[in-house]
Nanobody, 124 residues
Framework: QVQLVESGGGLVQAGGSLRLSCAAS????????MGWFRQAPGKERVFVAT????????YYADSVKGRFTISRDNAKNTVSLQMNSLKPEDTAVYYC?????????????????WGQGTQVTVSS
């Protein structure tokens, strides 16, 4: 079992930055691929970014490429999402997720563990 707790959400003006963190606890972490997803009101949960177990491979949704950066610190069991140049359309609840395997994926169905989410609101 893996437990995930997100933090760092909040209200920010368009063009601003936020850094989300996800603290993981449980049996395993360093061998899990990790991801961030988001869900806006009335919409599906969608992929934002994913990172391999080593941190050597990262992938991003086109909508955030060049603005968001995912990283991980296996020694501290944390995954972070640095979000720059935020836009009102980035407003959503952001979720941290972990896979049981090392294979990165943008498909939320493949993720076994989820945090409770943190709200990010970007005002125009």
């Amino acid at each position: 079992q893996v437990q995930l707790v997100e933090s760092g959400g909040g209200l920010v003006q368009a063009g601003g930055s936020l850094r989300l963190s996800c603290a993981a606890s449980g049996r395993i972490f360093s061998s899990n691929a990790m991801g961030w997803f988001r869900q806006a009101p009335g919409k599906e949960r969608v992929f934002v970014a994913t990172i391999s177990w080593s941190g050597g491979s990262t992938y991003y949704a086109d909508s955030v490429k060049g603005r968001f950066t995912i990283s991980r610190d296996n020694a501290k069991n944390t995954v972070s999402l640095q979000m720059n140049s935020l836009k009102p359309e980035d407003t959503a609840v952001y979720y941290c997720a972990a896979k049981r395997s090392v294979v990165v994926s943008s498909d939320p169905i493949t993720y076994a563990y989820w945090g409770q989410g943190t709200q990010v609101t970007v005002s125009s």
